[in-house]
């Protein structure tokens, strides 16, 4: 065995974390490794970590990148990837020594597409294996790789469930290249699960590992436990984009039920988390969010449209908030962001004045009242009918 294997490790501000991470995989038993450390625009010294392992060991490569998300940092260890194999290991995790060795053999060994190896969740000073399944091959046939996306991915039934996470696995490089290259670049949520769900429909075959080798880590903060992540509004962006996936390959009828019932488990999971009431989650977001990007936006309306305006945009790093008024400002008052009275209006720098109103004759109104009241252009004025979460899932 002396295939290169390319490491993409995305980075964002992990400094805590990221050393141990860097360490676990120079010290692997397999050492024909591309370690790629992709620095997604961190502020704090996680690049400048980076940097000094580079100098120490000459198979880490450092990219240096505006912040784009998980998706463009991962795109961008790929385009660099040069190994035979394509492994992922993020940022806060760390894997066991003999982590590639075992999953090169496995691959070589069983000619497959990909290989998944069980993992460990670490909690604090708690750690749980996880991988309910059995150590071998496993065809992917036409009706087989439905099976996998409907248990292995959702865990219909729970008798049978793989991590939907792309960081447990080992996958053929062109394999990996063109399933990842399908990921929608906007998810922010459940990009994983989307790769391994066009994986389990374009690929022939997989190894299952059961052995946990790979040690995730549930930090507070992280990603998966910030509050966007867990937002309605990224839920149901994954779910259109899931939905728009199978039935391009002619399978949504067939698994339309366990997409509907993991939406639904998610979303009350996600409302339990940041706790919220259902009647305190804004259901509203922008359906053209192209229009704005590259643009400086104020918000117009503070209630549920635009609450759920200000989730979804602030998500963005090509989106910039540069304010958000309403008329009953002092109605509004949240720990994230400061509504101003419509008067500030005179003092922003925008380009883009969005009004966030349900009600299309009531937009018109205030476009009208901007406009002769306080000279704003009305090429500088956007509305929208707002989308909704649970209109579009009924």
Not at 10 to 29: A, G, H, L, R, W
Not at 188 to 201: A, I, K, P, T
Request: one cysteine or more.
């Amino acid at each position: 065995m002396n295939s290169l294997i390319s490491v993409i490790v995305p980075v964002f501000n992990i400094d805590k974390y990221i050393s141990k991470c860097i360490e676990s995989i120079m010290e692997q038993t397999y050492k024909n490794l591309q370690i790629i450390l992709v620095d997604d625009g961190s502020t704090d010294t996680s690049g400048e970590i980076c940097d000094r392992y580079a100098k120490k060991d000459i198979r880490i490569q450092v990219i240096h990148k505006k912040n784009g998300g998980l998706v463009s940092a991962r795109n961008a260890g790929l385009e660099a990837a040069a190994g035979e194999y394509v492994g992922f290991v993020d940022g806060d995790d760390y894997i066991d020594i003999g982590f590639y060795e075992v999953l090169l053999e496995d691959m070589l060994k069983n000619d497959v597409d990909f290989v998944h190896m069980g993992y460990r969740t670490e909690n604090g000073n708690s750690s749980r294996a996880c991988g309910n399944f059995e150590t071998e091959k496993y065809q992917l046939t036409e009706n087989s790789r439905l099976y996998f996306v409907e248990e292995g991915i959702f865990g219909k039934s729970g008798t049978f469930q793989i991590t939907p996470s792309i960081w447990s696995k080992l996958f053929k490089r062109e394999f990996i290249q063109k399933c990842y290259a399908r990921v929608p670049k906007e998810l922010s949520y459940g990009e994983d699960m989307f790769c391994l769900s066009m994986c389990m429909l374009e690929g022939r075959s997989m190894y299952l590992h059961k052995t946990a080798m790979y040690h995730y880590v549930n930090r507070q903060g992280s990603l998966m436990n910030s509050a966007y992540v867990s937002s309605v509004i990224n839920i149901s962006e994954l779910y259109h984009a899931l939905k728009n996936l199978f039935m391009e390959y002619n399978v949504y009828g067939f698994l339309r039920p366990c997409l509907e019932t993991y939406l639904a488990r998610i979303m009350l999971l996600a409302i339990k988390k940041i706790g919220k009431s259902m009647e305190s989650v804004s259901f509203y977001y922008l359906k053209n969010i192209d229009v704005i990007k590259g643009k400086k936006v104020v918000i117009y309306g503070a209630g549920s449209v635009g609450q759920g305006y200000y989730a979804q945009i602030s998500r963005y790093a090509t989106c910039m908030i540069v304010g958000w008024v309403d008329l009953k400002f002092q109605q509004y008052q949240f720990g994230y962001a400061q509504v101003q009275p419509v008067t500030e209006l005179e003092k922003m720098q925008y380009d883009v004045l969005l009004l966030a109103i349900k009600d299309e004759n009531k937009a018109k109104q205030i476009r009208r009242e901007l406009m002769e009241r306080r000279g704003i252009p009305e090429k500088m004025i956007m509305w929208e009918q707002p989308g909704s979460i649970l209109e579009e899932i009924n």
